[in-house]
Structures are given as structure tokens and as C-alpha cells.
């Protein structure tokens, strides 16, 4: 039921295991992976479990727990090696939430704009589904995408937002798509906090400058949470510098995959 993005070439160097945020998909890495392939790195963009181009024809549960099973899984199965997770936004939850659980299975960890301190979905887990299903299909509305686009990134032609938006809302044209996230909701969603210092791995944290969506001082606040971490800001730089500015982003990554950090 897996979908990702595999490499051209398996090598000795710790794979990266690309993740994306909250309801998107591996193609959210559509401009870093392949500078970061170029490079010569093991790269990965995985979706998660309900999101993305996963074949659920059979919905799973898609709670965190199953989250995290099903991307072990996948790392059990085909990657095999301690691995760079990368985790931007929601992905960065996901990330510690695995690191905490696979200790064994993660080497280092990037946190790229990480929405990390919030306490799950809050009182949306307790809606009656009814209204959970009407809040879930309002999630992949075109007025709504196009305002997150506006959201999220520092400056952006109406044009380029078009494309940004039909990407991002592609996954979501699947019949199995509201009944993942609906059951997500429900479940409760990722509430880390109490992971955070729990994490061992050496992290790089990445921060777009100009975020609108999460703000820079919780950079400052998870670099001191964090036992070993470094943090890089990203100027003239929204809240997905993966994509606003990939190639400041994989150069980041590269260096850190390859034990290079400058402060």
C-alpha cells in the first residue's frame, strides 16, 4: 500500500527519507529531490500512510500508530539502513514520533518550518463525523488552497499558485481520501511535545525567514530543546523553503548528510 519516490541507485551513505507535511504528498519534494539525487545521495520521498499516492482500496486505520507502523514497515522492507529523516511542517512530528519509537532506524533528522507544538487535532477529534467529513472535503477547496499557497510562501504569481494548488490537491481526488483523514482527525493527531528531548539523533533545523504559518521564535525554541541541533534561516523564504528555494535547501541537507555544519 506503499507509494514513493525510490532512488536510481542504492549506496554505503545514509539514505534521506523525504517526508512531507500535513495532507500532501511526495511531490511536495518535486524540486529538491532531484538536486539532491544529482548530488549523488540516496534520496527517498515517502508518503504517509493515508496521504499521498498510497493504494488504499482497503482503508487501513490512519492514526499516528499506524502512521508509524507503516513507515517502519517501508524502512524494514527496502531501505534497511539508518536514514536522514526529513520532516518539514507536520512531517517534523512525524519524524520525532518514529525517531522516539525506531531509535535504531534513524541517524540523524532535518526539521524544515517544524509544527511540532501542537497538541494533536484538539477538539476537532471529538466532532461528530458528520461534521468532520464537511471540514475534511472543505480541505481540498480550491478558495482554501489558494490561500495557504498566500500563506505560505514569501512572493508568488497567480499563475505559479494554479499549479502549486492543483499539485497539492491532486491526492486528494481519491475516493479512499476523506475517509484516511477523517479517521486521522478522529484519532487524535500528533501531539510530540513531551517527545522533543527525548530525540538523541544530531538534527539540523532549516527556517524559511519570512514564515506567516509558524512563526521563527519556536526554531529558536525547539534548537534549545533539542540535545544536539543546529539552525539555518532561510531569508526572503515562506514557510516551505523546499520548494520556495530548493536549491539553498538541498545544500543544506547535503552538507549535514555529509558532517559539514557552519553555524
Not at 75 to 86: A, C, E, G
Not at 113 to 119: F, I, M, P, R
Not at 224 to 250: F, M, R, T, W
Request: charge should be negative.
Amino acid at each position: 500500500m506503499s507509494s514513493c519516490v525510490k532512488p536510481l541507485v542504492q549506496n554505503d551513505v545514509n539514505p534521506v527519507v523525504l517526508l512531507h507535511g500535513f495532507d500532501s504528498s511526495c511531490l511536495e519534494w518535486r524540486y529538491t529531490y532531484p538536486l539532491l539525487e544529482e548530488a549523488g545521495l540516496e534520496a527517498w520521498a515517502v508518503d504517509v500512510l493515508g496521504w499521498g499516492f498510497s493504494d488504499l482500496e482497503i482503508l487501513p486505520p490512519c492514526s499516528v500508530e499506524a502512521k508509524r507502523e507503516h513507515l517502519y514497515q517501508l524502512w524494514k522492507s527496502y531501505i534497511k539502513k539508518p536514514m536522514v529523516l526529513v520532516g518539514p511542517s507536520l512531517g517534523a512530528a512525524v519524524a520525532i514520533d518514529f525517531a522516539v519509537n525506531h531509535m535504531e532506524a534513524v541517524a540523524k533528522l532535518v526539521f524544515i518550518d517544524a509544527s511540532v507544538y501542537t497538541e494533536g487535532t484538539g477538539n476537532l477529534s471529538k466532532l461528530p463525523r458528520s461534521f468532520a467529513y464537511a471540514g475534511v472535503s472543505f480541505l481540498k477547496s480550491i478558495p482554501l488552497r489558494l490561500y495557504a499557497n498566500f500563506l505560505a510562501f514569501k512572493s508568488l504569481s497567480i499563475t505559479t499558485s494554479m499549479e502549486y494548488t492543483n499539485v497539492g490537491r491532486l491526492h486528494c481526488l481519491f475516493p479512499w481520501w476523506e475517509d484516511a483523514t477523517v479517521d486521522f482527525m478522529i484519532s487524535g493527531g500528533y501531539n510530540v511535545i513531551s517527545q522533543i528531548n527525548q530525540i538523541k539523533q544530531e538534527t539540523l533545523i532549516i527556517w524559511g525567514e519570512e514564515d506567516q504559518i509558524i512563526s521563527t521564535k519556536f526554531a529558536k525554541r525547539l534548537e534549545g530543546e533539542l540535545q544536539k541541533s543546529v539552525v539555518h534561516y532561510i531569508p526572503n523564504c515562506g514557510h516551505l523553503p523546499h520548494v520556495e528555494k530548493p536549491d539553498s535547501v538541498a545544500k543544506l541537507i547535503l552538507n549535514f548528510v555529509q558532517g559539514i555544519q557552519k553555524s
